[in-house]
């Protein structure tokens, strides 16, 4: 079973960038799709960026050409780059492992703390 760790959120102004990273432990890390998602108050959790263990990306729309998610297997890190940050992106970040793109936000057992962002006008 994987297990993750969030860090690197905080508070900037609208047109800040802040980096996030996820570490994950546990067996057959390289075989799982690893995720970033968030939830603002009052709104349900959403799907932010989503990596294969072959590095195959996918991106939300409202972040497309802002965020960018990498990865490094050797490390068992995924690093979520945020750029031109704007204050709809504030939220919790949490970072989980599904075992293929297929799964969906419910279909997750449990989640972590997460990290806080938070973006100022």
């Known amino acids: 079973q994987v297990q993750v760790v969030e860090s690197g959120g905080g508070s900037v102004q609208a047109g800040g960038s802040l980096r996030l990273s996820c570490t994950a432990s546990g067996s057959n890390f390289r075989l799982n799709v690893i995720g970033w998602y968030r939830q603002a108050p009052g709104n349900q959790r959403e799907v932010v960026a989503r990596i294969s263990r072959s590095g195959t990306t996918n991106y939300a729309d409202s972040v497309k050409g802002r965020f960018t998610i990498s990865r490094d297997n050797s490390r068992n890190t995924v690093t979520l780059q945020m750029n031109n940050l704007k204050p709809e992106d504030t939220a919790i970040y949490y970072c989980?492992?599904?075992?293929?793109?297929?799964?969906?936000?419910?279909?997750?057992?449990?989640w972590g703390q997460g990290t806080q962002v938070t973006v100022s006008a």
């Open positions: 989980n492992a599904a075992p293929s793109v297929d799964w969906r936000v419910q279909d997750f057992r449990s």
